[in-house]
């Protein structure tokens, strides 16, 4: 598609069930980043992949965090038990690879109640 | 680690000139970028330094002085829509490739 695709755009879950996130990147492009954004604040990072190889999770927060690109392409986070504090806006970018140039998709805004 | 600051927030008049702030810290440099973002929508891209000096992108100019660890981001004759939060954002490098550090973000709004 012509940019990141998200889904869903929102997304409200009652504490302790679990989430899938989905990113549809851009086509052909190598890197796919994950990042969570609480209200107020900038996005902070939770993991990376390249192809379909997840090269870098160290933001991911807990291990109830997971995520996964399977066949390079698509990637989806899953968050599982969800707790109150998992309430943000978790947004993903892509890039052609090791290229500056990061498009961001629009995110899914979870609330956790 | 990466330290980023910047202002969360300030006020403008339309058609005025605003200047952004951020220091930041860093272990290695490999430039700093500016974005945009609009209230409920992605971050876009407005620029990235990794020369010292001012780079100019029509009313929106960004500056970077690498010894002292500072960038801004000035916008000339503003606009309502330029009503916005502003990102800025250090890169560093992992396998391969590039996760970004953002500061908390400048919510810039300009007022009639």
């Known amino acids: 598609g012509a940019g990141v695709s998200q889904s869903p755009r929102y997304k409200v879950a009652k504490r302790g069930q679990d989430v899938a996130l989905r990113c549809d990147p851009i086509s052909g492009h190598v890197s796919l980043f994950w990042y969570q954004q609480a209200l107020g604040q900038g996005p902070e990072f939770l993991t990376y992949?390249?192809?379909?190889?997840?090269?870098?999770k160290s933001g991911l927060p807990s291990d109830r965090f997971f995520a996964e690109r399977p066949e390079g392409s698509v990637s989806t986070l899953k968050i599982q038990r969800t707790q109150q504090e998992d309430s943000a806006v978790y947004l993903c970018?892509?890039?052609?690879?090791?290229?500056?140039?990061?498009?961001f998709g629009s995110g899914t805004r979870l609330t956790v109640v | 680690g990466q330290n980023i600051d910047q202002p969360t927030e300030m006020t403008a008049t339309e058609g005025a000139i605003v200047q952004i702030n951020c220091t930041y810290q860093t272990s290695g440099f490999n430039g700093l970028f500016w974005y945009q973002q609009h209230a409920g929508e992605a971050p876009t891209f407005l620029s990235y330094?990794?020369?010292?000096g001012l780079e100019e992108k029509g009313r929106f100019s960004s500056f970077l002085s690498r010894s002292k660890g500072y960038s801004y981001l000035l916008l000339k004759e503003l606009q309502m829509k330029d009503s916005a939060s502003y990102l800025c954002a250090a890169p560093i490098l992992t396998g391969g490739g590039n996760k970004l550090t953002f500061g908390t973000g400048t919510q810039l709004k300009v007022e009639l």
């Open positions: 330094n990794v020369l010292d």
């Open positions: 970018a892509s890039s052609p690879g090791q290229d500056y140039g990061y498009t």
């Open positions: 992949f390249q192809n379909e190889a997840q090269l870098d």
